[in-house]
């Protein structure tokens, strides 16, 4: 994907919005969104699977079916909704969640804001408004909208709540060719950044699941999710798989804007893990 502006900078920049403006989506950035999700190439995931997105627009908090979807309180004002669908399989969901990251960076740079919702929106009242095929689910949504200048103090306390701008240190999530070793900074040889945006990338509850391993000759990471036990398991789906295609998501358009070439791989390279809550899910391999 081409961003117009560093996807860096806007990695660093986007935060959750949940009170938006009034005023509709500008026909430019209605076609914007609308030409983005029609590229195939837009709906690829790291390992080659096919993301699919829908884009909703919204009048008076209703849709042109006459839907009024529900988010049980939490967003106001939206003007739009992007939702997609995926099957409930571990890798579907990573690359769902990487596709779906990857296009809320780019609203973010139209300017327009954004929320990650998993858990607090009412799927059934989604379902109607677009048609899901076999084995098919809505993981998470998004609103649309300008952000309103002045965040609702329930913006506010909902962060403070969640810890949202408080991110672990690197010593909890990175680690140097075993969990044994923490991570430093000054020994990654150049990946330093991409690392870092996975340390700042958002995550459901900021419970940041991911854990990165670096082998020996910095050539390889490796990501592991550190699963919350019983998190989301009355949603029917492991939501921080979610997570773990943000994260990796992150680390990618962070090498592609450093011109760090690499390729994402599944070979588990069997560590001993760091609990029993750990689990291995890609690596990405710096090309020669």
């Known amino acids: 994907m081409n961003f117009t502006l560093s996807a860096i900078e806007t990695m660093r ?7 938006y403006e009034q005023q509709s989506l500008s026909e430019a ?18 390992f080659g699977g096919r993301g699919r ?35 409930n399989e571990k890798y579907a969901l990573v690359e769902y969640a990487f596709i779906f990251h990857r296009l809320i960076l780019f609203m973010t740079q139209l300017g327009l804001g954004t929320c990650w919702m998993g858990g607090t929106f009412s799927r059934n009242s989604f379902e109607k408004e677009i048609q899901l095929r076999d084995l098919e689910f809505i993981p998470c949504v998004t609103p649309l909208g300008y952000p309103k200048d002045k965040q ?18 690197w010593d909890r999530l990175f680690f140097d060719a075993s969990f044994a070793v923490p991570l430093v900074k000054e020994n990654v040889d150049g990946l330093e950044t991409p690392i870092e945006m996975v340390r700042l990338g958002p995550s459901a509850s900021n419970k940041q699941p991911w854990r990165l391993v670096l082998s020996t000759d910095r050539q390889v990471c490796h ?32 090498c592609r804007e450093l011109e760090i070439e690499g390729c994402w791989m599944v070979e588990d390279p069997v560590l001993d893990l760091k609990n029993e809550n750990t689990e291995y899910i890609a690596s990405w391999k710096m090309s020669k």
């Open 152 to 169: 609702r103090v329930f913006d506010k306390a909902l962060r403070f709540v969640v810890r949202a701008d408080n991110k672990k240190p």
């Open 223 to 254: 990501f592991y999710i550190e699963h919350t036990p019983n998190y989301s398991s009355k949603l029917g789906y492991k939501m921080q798989l979610l997570d773990m295609g943000i994260a990796m998501c992150q680390f990618d358009l962070a």
């Open 53 to 87: 997105m829908d884009f909703i627009l919204l009048h008076r908090n209703v849709t042109d079916k006459g839907m009024k979807l529900g988010t049980y309180g939490f967003i106001k004002n939206p003007q739009a909704y992007l939702v997609g669908a995926a099957k």
């Open 29 to 46: 950035d209605v076609k914007q969104i609308s030409n983005y999700i029609s590229k195939e190439e837009h709906l690829i995931g790291p």
């Open 13 to 19: 920049r986007r935060q959750s919005i949940r009170t």
